[in-house]
Structure formats: structure tokens, C-alpha cells
């Protein structure tokens, strides 16, 4: 934590992010607070894929709708394998709590089939839930009533037929995807969140699995499939990694689990930002634990849900989580979550995940990355759009080692890529004072050596903050090339400076 007078030697900026192409000089600057000398020497592949997610049902059916430039909006971000996952009416069979077992896609392909449309045309589709007459009970947290699973195993064939290979036939009717055969999915994810929905305990859900997969890829065998998708808070991976390596017998190509800070909006900010070593720290579990199956030994880790705080009004205005009144936690399309976001994603990719999915794209200041009902763009959405563009997962890149005075507050990831250009992004964390709650940060001057690097023919500098404007992307500025660069970060921010050969 710095001292509050920092905030006043910190007033002079030197014009980032006020046009792109334009050239800005460094003048006369207060003393750096923190120095980062960055070298050649690298320490490892860095790879992570940006993505987003949307949740088909009733309340989120008529976001394409609404807004219908928001199939641009949600291209131009660039997401990897967009998320769908389907819930309540968006489930296809059945009627919630009810025994009926007719379909209608109608809900779930209001979303499905523009996302179809967009991006790489790939989403990945979570089969999030089983038709409600499968449950014993209330579907919402009943329990499966076939506990073979081979009823499940039914229902999930006829996804794959309806998408990807021209469709089935239910009560003599022929169901089959308007995207078909352009548009298919190649990629599932079996289940949501599992440790906390419908009573499943681990070695229930690796039974699950185990019967899924096999019964999806005899309808399709060239299908990808995502395991696990943890709600992860403590215990959690513990409780349930080691029973799925040492029981799974199907195919996996990803192990994916879901990170939030908090379920309480009266959390600092500093609590937050200390959560992000649990995170590393159970992605580190996945591995070890895959490890000692052969079969997973190489398979990577997606976080596949990433956000502040995963609370929500549960109904008459009382939290889902800790059943006190629900309040927006606006930290995540605050400057806030421009510290936050790259901060979780450095930490996460350097210790492996290789793709990090927002939770969620349309939804309000403290989901989206744009508003459900207008399609406004937020600050979320430019701090994901940028990570995404600076730091491409096909670049072939590799960590740069460094030093830094202060790794506590500031987040440091200095890449170099293929064609030899050099990114170091700077991540300010730096919190005022311990009792905050979407405070302003403290503002850092971070002095950044790269004389270990040798000469560059350009250099630009692009910063994310509380002043950056929403109606169009951030724009980089020029600098003039040297070897010493300090970079201003006027509280909660983030910073990427590219260096071209």
C-alpha cells in the first residue's frame, strides 16, 4: 500500500491514450514510485484465449433482439469459443417442474443462432442442465432420478443430432438447427457447476460423465468436450479434481473451472484483489492432480466463468448468497475491474490456463461487458477487448523474466512474440486505504527499463482508467523510443507498452 501524497506526484501525465499514432513527449516527471527491469531471457510459453458467455432462458432471449448491432458489438471483441448455457426456459425439453417432455428451442436459439453467426463460429455449448421431468423433485435442487445417467445421455445425443447432424425427430416432428449445416459446435461442456447444482457428488458426476461423452460422440465423433466447469471457492477443488482424474474414463480435451472474488458486495477491495493467489493456486491443484493420469497429462485448463462478485437478487431484492439486500457491486465495469481483470488474467496464464471466459457479456454494471437492454458498451468490455488484442493466443509468445520493486501492488507480464515485438503490460492494484469498496486506487509512476532488451524502432503506450471514454476503443499513443519509459497509471489501471523491432 503507498502513501496517499503519491496521488499528488503523479498529476503530471504525459499524453497516453489521446490518439492513436499521435507521438507524445516525456517531459519533466515527478520520481518514479516503482522500477521494472525487464530482459531477454524468456521462461516459458504464455497463451490465453479471450472469451465471453451468455446464459439463454426467459430473461435473456430478447437481448439480440433489442439490440440487434450487438452481434457486431460481440465480434469485434474477438471472443474464442463463446459460452452458452442454457437454463430454465432455455432448456429445450420439458417445462420447468413438470413432467412434460416436448421441445422448443425457441428460447435457447434466440440466443444460440447469432452467436452461431459471430466471432469464430464455434461457441463452446454447456449442457448446463437435464430436461426437468429427469429430476427427482424440484429441477431447480432435486436430484437425477436415473442415476446411470443413461436417460441424460438421451437427451444430450439428440443436442448434438439437432446441431450438428440434421436434426432428430419427437412426436412427429423433425427438429434441426436453422445453422445447420454452415454453423455446428464442436465444443460441450458436460454440466454446470456440479458441486453446488442438484446434489451431485463427485464420483456421481464422473459416473455422468462417463456415460455422456461416449453416448454424445457415437452421434458425432468429431465433438470437443470441456469437464468439471467447478463452482471453485475454498474446498472445492480438493473435494472433487482427485476423484474425477482417478474415475474419469471418457474423452477430455479441457478440464474448466469458474473463479469470482466474492458473494459479497461489502467486501474491500482489498479482499478482492487478495483472492487472486487462491485462484493460481487451485489452477496449480488441477495440474498436479492431471498429472497423474496419462490421459489428462497434457490437457489444459480454461476458466470458463471470471468475475468480481458472483452474488445476485435471488427474488425480492435479497442476495442469492448471504440473504442480506442485494446491492450491484459496480466494481466490475469500474475503473476497478481494469486493475482487476489483467491482473487475474497474468496470474492465471502464467501458471497455464489457456483461456479465460467472462461471465457475462449482456447484463448489467456488474455482469456485462455491455448493458443487457440498450447494448451499451461498459469498461469491461475495453479491458477484454484489449487483452484479447494484445495479446493474441496464436503469437507464439513467451515470457520475459523481470524484476520489479513492487509486486505487490503493481502486476507485471512482459511477453515477447514471434515476429520479435515486446509487450509489457502493468497492472496497478495499488489499493488507498484497507476499508475501500470501488475505490480509486493510488497512482503509480512505474519507471520501465528495457535496456536488456536492445533498441526498438517504435514504442506505444495505451492505458485503461477511469478516464478512458466508452464510445470508442482506447487509442494508443507513440513514444519516443528509449530505454528508460515511465509509464503514469493514475490509480486503478492498466497499462500495455509495445515495442516493435
Given at each position: 500500500m503507498k502513501l496517499a501524497f503519491v496521488l499528488a506526484l503523479a498529476l503530471t501525465l504525459f499524453g497516453v491514450g489521446c490518439g492513436g499514432g499521435s507521438m507524445a513527449t516525456i517531459g519533466t516527471l515527478p520520481p518514479p514510485t516503482a522500477t521494472v527491469t525487464v530482459s531477454k531471457t524468456t521462461t516459458g510459453p504464455f497463451s490465453v484465449a479471450m472469451s465471453t458467455s451468455f446464459q439463454p432462458a426467459e430473461w435473456d432471449n430478447?437481448?439480440?433482439?433489442?439490440?440487434?448491432?450487438?452481434?457486431?458489438?460481440?465480434?469485434?471483441l474477438g471472443p474464442k469459443h463463446i459460452r452458452?448455457?442454457?437454463?430454465?426456459?432455455?432448456?429445450?425439453?420439458?417445462?420447468?417442474?413438470?413432467?412434460?417432455t416436448?421441445?422448443?428451442?425457441?428460447?435457447?436459439?434466440?440466443?444460440?443462432?447469432?452467436?452461431?453467426?459471430?466471432?469464430?463460429?464455434?461457441?463452446?455449448?454447456?449442457?448446463?442442465?437435464?430436461?426437468p421431468f429427469?429430476?427427482?423433485?424440484?429441477?431447480?435442487?432435486?436430484?437425477?432420478?436415473?442415476?446411470?445417467?443413461?436417460?441424460?445421455?438421451?437427451?444430450?445425443?439428440?443436442?448434438?443430432?439437432?446441431?450438428?447432424?440434421?436434426g432428430f425427430m419427437a412426436d412427429g416432428q423433425a427438429y434441426v438447427s436453422p445453422a445447420y449445416p454452415t454453423d455446428k459446435i464442436t465444443w460441450w461442456g458436460i454440466y454446470n457447476e456440479p458441486n453446488i447444482n442438484n446434489?451431485?457428488?463427485?464420483?456421481?458426476?464422473?459416473?455422468?460423465?462417463?456415460?455422456?461423452?461416449?453416448?454424445?460422440?457415437?452421434?458425432?465423433?468429431?465433438?470437443?468436450?470441456?469437464?468439471?466447469?467447478?463452482?471453485?471457492?475454498?474446498?472445492?477443488?480438493?473435494?472433487?479434481?482427485?476423484?474425477?482424474?482417478?474415475g474419469v474414463t471418457a474423452h477430455v480435451d479441457v478440464m474448466a473451472t469458474h473463479f469470482y472474488s466474492t458473494c459479497n458486495q461489502k467486501d474491500t477491495d482489498e479482499t478482492v484483489f487478495g483472492t487472486i493467489p487462491f485462484f493460481v493456486s487451485d489452477v496449480q491443484l488441477f495440474y498436479t492432480n492431471m498429472a497423474t493420469n496419462p490421459a489428462l497429462a497434457n490437457v489444459p485448463v480454461w476458466v470458463t466463468e471470471n468475475n468480481v462478485n458472483a452474488d445476485y437478487d435471488g427474488g425480492g431484492g435479497i442476495s442469492a448468497c448471504n440473504g442480506t439486500p442485494f446491492v450491484t457491486d459496480l466494481r466490475g465495469s469500474s475503473a476497478f475491474f481494469a486493475a482487476?481483470?489483467?491482473?487475474?488474467?497474468?496470474?492465471?496464464?502464467?501458471?497455464?490456463?489457456?483461456?479465460?471466459?467472462?461471465?457475462?457479456?449482456?447484463?448489467?454494471?456488474?455482469?456485462?461487458?455491455?448493458?443487457?437492454?440498450?447494448?451499451?458498451?461498459?469498461?469491461?468490455?475495453?479491458?477484454?477487448?484489449?487483452?484479447?488484442?494484445?495479446?493474441?493466443?496464436?503469437a507464439g509468445s513467451q515470457l520475459l523474466s523481470y524484476t520489479s520493486s513492487d509486486d505487490a501492488d503493481i502486476e507485471t507480464l512482459p511477453v515477447v512474440n514471434s515476429d520479435g515485438?515486446?509487450?509489457?503490460?502493468?497492472?496497478?492494484?495499488?489499493?488507498?486505504?484497507?476499508?475501500?469498496?470501488?475505490?480509486?486506487?493510488?497512482?503509480?509512476?512505474?519507471?520501465?527499463?528495457?535496456?536488456?532488451?536492445?533498441?526498438?524502432?517504435?514504442?506505444?503506450?495505451?492505458?485503461?482508467?477511469?478516464?478512458?471514454?466508452?464510445?470508442?476503443?482506447?487509442?494508443?499513443?507513440?513514444?519516443?523510443?528509449?530505454?528508460?519509459?515511465?509509464?503514469?497509471?493514475?490509480?486503478?489501471?492498466?497499462?500495455?507498452?509495445?515495442?516493435?523491432?
Amino acid at each position: 500500500m503507498k502513501l496517499a501524497f503519491v496521488l499528488a506526484l503523479a498529476l503530471t501525465l504525459f499524453g497516453v491514450g489521446c490518439g492513436g499514432g499521435s507521438m507524445a513527449t516525456i517531459g519533466t516527471l515527478p520520481p518514479p514510485t516503482a522500477t521494472v527491469t525487464v530482459s531477454k531471457t524468456t521462461t516459458g510459453p504464455f497463451s490465453v484465449a479471450m472469451s465471453t458467455s451468455f446464459q439463454p432462458a426467459e430473461w435473456d432471449n430478447s437481448f439480440f433482439t433489442l439490440n440487434p448491432a450487438a452481434t457486431t458489438t460481440l465480434g469485434n471483441l474477438g471472443p474464442k469459443h463463446i459460452r452458452l448455457q442454457g437454463i430454465s426456459q432455455g432448456v429445450p425439453q420439458g417445462v420447468n417442474d413438470s413432467a412434460a417432455t416436448t421441445w422448443d428451442f425457441s428460447i435457447l436459439d434466440a440466443i444460440t443462432q447469432p452467436v452461431l453467426g459471430v466471432g469464430d463460429h464455434s461457441p463452446e455449448f454447456q449442457i448446463a442442465k437435464a430436461p426437468p421431468f429427469m429430476y427427482s423433485g424440484n429441477d431447480s435442487g432435486g436430484t437425477f432420478a436415473d442415476t446411470s445417467f443413461t436417460q441424460f445421455a438421451g437427451y444430450t445425443q439428440n443436442l448434438v443430432r439437432y446441431y450438428n447432424t440434421g436434426g432428430f425427430m419427437a412426436d412427429g416432428q423433425a427438429y434441426v438447427s436453422p445453422a445447420y449445416p454452415t454453423d455446428k459446435i464442436t465444443w460441450w461442456g458436460i454440466y454446470n457447476e456440479p458441486n453446488i447444482n442438484n446434489s451431485l457428488t463427485a464420483a456421481e458426476y464422473t459416473t455422468m460423465y462417463n456415460k455422456v461423452v461416449p453416448a454424445m460422440q457415437a452421434v458425432d465423433p468429431t465433438i470437443k468436450f470441456a469437464a468439471v466447469e467447478l463452482a471453485d471457492f475454498s474446498g472445492q477443488a480438493p473435494a472433487w479434481i482427485p476423484t474425477f482424474v482417478g474415475g474419469v474414463t471418457a474423452h477430455v480435451d479441457v478440464m474448466a473451472t469458474h473463479f469470482y472474488s466474492t458473494c459479497n458486495q461489502k467486501d474491500t477491495d482489498e479482499t478482492v484483489f487478495g483472492t487472486i493467489p487462491f485462484f493460481v493456486s487451485d489452477v496449480q491443484l488441477f495440474y498436479t492432480n492431471m498429472a497423474t493420469n496419462p490421459a489428462l497429462a497434457n490437457v489444459p485448463v480454461w476458466v470458463t466463468e471470471n468475475n468480481v462478485n458472483a452474488d445476485y437478487d435471488g427474488g425480492g431484492g435479497i442476495s442469492a448468497c448471504n440473504g442480506t439486500p442485494f446491492v450491484t457491486d459496480l466494481r466490475g465495469s469500474s475503473a476497478f475491474f481494469a486493475a482487476w481483470r489483467p491482473y487475474v488474467f497474468s496470474q492465471l496464464g502464467k501458471n497455464g490456463v489457456q483461456a479465460l471466459y467472462h461471465w457475462d457479456f449482456d447484463a448489467d454494471r456488474q455482469f456485462g461487458e455491455v448493458d443487457y437492454t440498450t447494448g451499451a458498451i461498459q469498461l469491461s468490455y475495453w479491458v477484454d477487448y484489449e487483452l484479447g488484442q494484445v495479446f493474441p493466443p496464436a503469437a507464439g509468445s513467451q515470457l520475459l523474466s523481470y524484476t520489479s520493486s513492487d509486486d505487490a501492488d503493481i502486476e507485471t507480464l512482459p511477453v515477447v512474440n514471434s515476429d520479435g515485438s515486446v509487450v509489457i503490460m502493468l497492472a496497478n492494484h495499488t489499493v488507498a486505504s484497507a476499508t475501500d469498496n470501488n475505490g480509486t486506487g493510488v497512482a503509480q509512476i512505474v519507471l520501465v527499463d528495457t535496456t536488456g532488451l536492445g533498441t526498438f524502432s517504435s514504442v506505444s503506450l495505451l492505458v485503461i482508467d477511469k478516464n478512458t471514454s466508452l464510445a470508442e476503443p482506447p487509442q494508443a499513443a507513440g513514444l519516443t523510443p528509449q530505454a528508460k519509459i515511465p509509464v503514469t497509471l493514475n490509480g486503478y489501471a492498466v497499462a500495455f507498452l509495445t515495442l516493435k523491432p
